[in-house]
């Protein structure tokens, strides 16, 4: 059968070539992908790690004084916004590290004292970055806080050297292995081996020591903040820790066997913090366009005959179940004969042959009866092969002058309408290509067997 593009078809691909062109200048990332920007995104908690610097300020004075020397100290750390406009954060944090002191003096050697003790602390501290004053994005950002921490301790002392030996310190400066003055006393130095229970010692030797190694703390700090990204910042900050005891160091105004002065011991924390904000929604998000109109319609994804074939690219919907069928959803139709094998009772038909609705090959005579009784209007594809069918009933008379109006029909301009011409121009009329009437193609139809 022959077989022509339609003029359909031929208007829908015209009218696509604008589209298709136009489409080349647009920006193919807008058709992929749209950046959202989230109105209220939700933020969780950030996440921060400092390490720093801790200097102890109580009874036993270090005999230096530099906050870029002292003990090492870690913190962990997890902020989130208590405000809605975002000014005020709550951190709660978990700390740990050593204070320690080592006071020297030659004039009054009891004051030759030293301790060391860990520290532990978890608290809560609220802390304010003046959002009022600098916006979000600034690059830099101070910071004040102020809180509450609770804290342990237990302080050691080093007493004695490697050997048990009690260090005793001399006028002139020197520790030596007996109390001054003594004559063949030997010199000694501290192994600063902090072995000695300084509360349980209180306690022993002095019926003393009998006070908690737990109190609260009020830490107050200050700092910079400064931006990396959105998701990171560091800062550099310090804090002052106001303890509620003066134990800290086993020298208290009352309590202690060594008496200090009144007042309550404290310390200066000094950091370098990094912060990460792991978990809050993205301020912006992107949407794959094209890849989301997919998931979300399912009118792509119906399959109503399930034959694998989705129904936007089904050419015949419908097929049985467990019929199998080609990439366009079609059963196969192996000999080619538009009988389907399923329904094919002769699947492997000649080339070319006629075959009957199920398949079977006809003859030549078999097939034209069926066409001429037919109970409907014939297919428009039926006519070429009609045509073929009973040309040879007809015979060549005398030829026939081609009307001046009909002569367009005639391509190869040899005065006689062919066969081939025939069949294009009733092609031709099927695609609205010609401006005849049904009545004037039945003419041409009577011209062609009338040559």
Request: hydrophobic share 35%.
């Amino acid at each position: 059968m022959l077989r022509s593009l339609s003029y359909w078809s031929c208007l829908f691909l015209l009218t696509l070539i604008p589209l298709l062109v136009q489409g080349q200048e647009m920006d193919d990332d807008s058709l992929i992908q749209q950046v959202n920007t989230v109105e209220n995104p939700l933020y969780k908690p950030v996440v921060s790690f400092s390490y720093g610097i801790l200097n102890f300020h109580g009874d036993v004075k270090n005999s230096y004084n530099s906050s870029a020397i002292g003990n090492n100290a870690a913190m962990v750390s997890l902020s989130t916004f208590v405000d809605r406009k975002h000014h005020y954060i709550a951190n709660f944090n978990f700390m740990m590290g050593k204070l320690s002191g080592n006071e020297y003096s030659h004039s009054d050697i009891t004051r030759n004292l030293n301790f060391e003790t860990d520290l532990s602390s978890i608290g809560l501290s609220l802390e304010y970055r003046f959002g009022h004053f600098f916006p979000k994005n600034s690059l830099v950002r101070p910071y004040v806080s102020l809180g509450l921490e609770s804290i342990n301790f237990s302080a050691k002392g080093d007493l004695a050297d490697e050997n048990g030996v009690t260090y005793n310190y001399w006028s002139d400066g020197t520790i030596r292995n007996y109390e001054e003055p003594r004559a063949g006393a030997s010199l000694i130095y501290r192994d600063y081996e902090f072995e000695t229970d300084l509360r349980l010692r209180e306690s022993q030797e002095f019926g003393l020591g009998d006070y908690s190694q737990h109190t609260f703390s009020f830490p107050a700090g200050m700092g910079l903040h400064f931006r990396i990204d959105r998701r990171a910042f560091f800062s550099l900050g310090v804090s002052y820790h106001y303890a509620l005891t003066d134990m800290m160091d086993n020298v208290a105004y009352e309590g202690t066997s060594i008496r200090g002065n009144k007042g309550n011991d404290s310390y200066i924390f000094s950091h370098l913090s990094i912060h990460f904000d792991l978990f809050s929604e993205p301020a912006s998000q992107a949407v794959d366009l094209m890849v989301t109109d997919v998931l979300f319609d399912s009118l792509f994804f119906e399959d109503e005959d399930g034959d694998l074939a989705l129904d936007v690219k089904d050419r015949c919907p419908g097929t049985p179940i467990g019929v199998e069928v080609d990439t366009l959803g079609c059963p196969l139709d192996g000999d080619m004969d538009e009988v389907p094998d399923y329904l094919d009772k002769e699947l492997e038909s000649a080339p070319g042959a006629w075959v009957n609705e199920n398949g079977i090959t006809v003859s030549d005579d078999e097939f034209l009866s069926a066409l001429q009784l037919r109970n409907e209007a014939m297919k428009r594809e039926d006519v070429a092969a009609y045509l073929v069918l009973i040309m040879d009933d007809y015979r060549i008379g005398s030829k026939t002058k081609i009307p001046e109006k009909f002569k367009s029909l005639d391509t190869d301009e040899d005065g006689e309408l062919s066969f081939d011409e025939l069949l294009i121009t009733i092609d031709q009329y099927f695609d609205f290509q010609l401006d005849l009437s049904l009545d004037e193609l039945r003419q041409v139809n009577e011209l062609f067997f009338s040559q």
